[in-house]
């Protein structure tokens, strides 16, 4: 009898750990969104609609841009609340965070959106310094220890291929940066051992095409180019959100 209640128990916990592979396999990935510089959450919200009507689970983190390690560690709490495996997705600045943040055990892959991807011991400043300048500065306006986009940037190098309503929406809800940010530096990056997927906005006055391109390629990342300015995932949402599929699909193989 003390046989066949082994067995029996034997069997159950086989056929649990069973059920719960299958369960695990094919599990949609958790994709978490982190804004960049002058935007918030909400720039996601194309992307994120869609992806909760194919199941995706999703969260958008709302970057204080207070410091590198304050948005890292804002990300990193959006990635203890994900079940399961997560993929990151970066815009411009939190590239940068999805760098550091991406080195967590549940991460399976980067997505990086016109978004920096820093090596270690990089700043915003020395990734910059590697191509020429370009006029983004001029249009910084500083408040209190903090660096703010003015109209007219927004609408010159920022987001200039989108209609006034919605340049004027970006203006309006943009979240500034502290100062300090330019010059936190990265530490271990996240894509030396993580899968990476980049698209370079060919448009793009905040960031620079070709440093996107230097960026994307020394990371090996699966990139595509497309025609628009920096604000990528509200002009080409689509295009966004496929690159984002790829991904999750190469990492339920």
Not at 27 to 42: C, L, N, R, Y
Not at 206 to 229: F, G, Q, V
Request: aromatic share 8%; proline share 4%; hydrophobic share 45%.
């Amino acid at each position: 009898m003390k046989t066949i209640k082994t067995l029996s128990i034997l069997l159950v916990t086989i056929t649990g750990t069973l059920i719960a592979n299958v369960q695990t396999t094919g599990t949609k990935p958790t994709i978490i969104f982190v804004h960049g510089i002058w935007a918030d959450g909400s720039c996601w919200a194309s992307e994120i609609t869609d992806l909760q009507a194919k199941g995706y689970p999703v969260i958008s983190v709302q970057n204080p841009v207070t410091s590198l390690a304050d948005d890292v560690a804002a990300t990193k709490r959006a990635i203890a609340m994900a079940s399961g495996n997560v993929i990151l997705v970066g815009h411009s600045w939190g590239g940068f965070v999805i760098t550091q943040a991406g080195n967590d055990h549940k991460v399976v892959g980067l997505v990086y959106i016109a978004a920096f991807a820093p090596d270690s011991g990089e700043t915003v400043l020395s990734l910059s310094a590697k191509v020429p300048a370009n006029t983004l500065a001029t249009y910084f306006v500083p408040q209190d220890g903090f660096m703010y986009l003015s109209k007219k940037g927004i609408e010159t190098i920022f987001a200039q291929d989108l209609m006034p309503k919605q340049q004027a929406l970006i203006y309006a809800t943009q979240v500034p940066a502290s100062q300090s940010v330019f010059v936190d530096k990265s530490g271990e990056p996240a894509w030396k051992a993580k899968a990476s997927w980049y698209i370079v906005a060919k448009n793009d006055g905040a960031i620079s095409p070709d440093l996107e391109r230097l960026m994307a390629k020394r990371m090996n990342a699966k990139t595509i180019e497309l025609e628009s300015s920096h604000v990528v995932m509200i002009t080409h949402p689509k295009e966004v959100i496929a690159l984002i599929e790829d991904a999750a699909n190469a990492v339920l193989k």
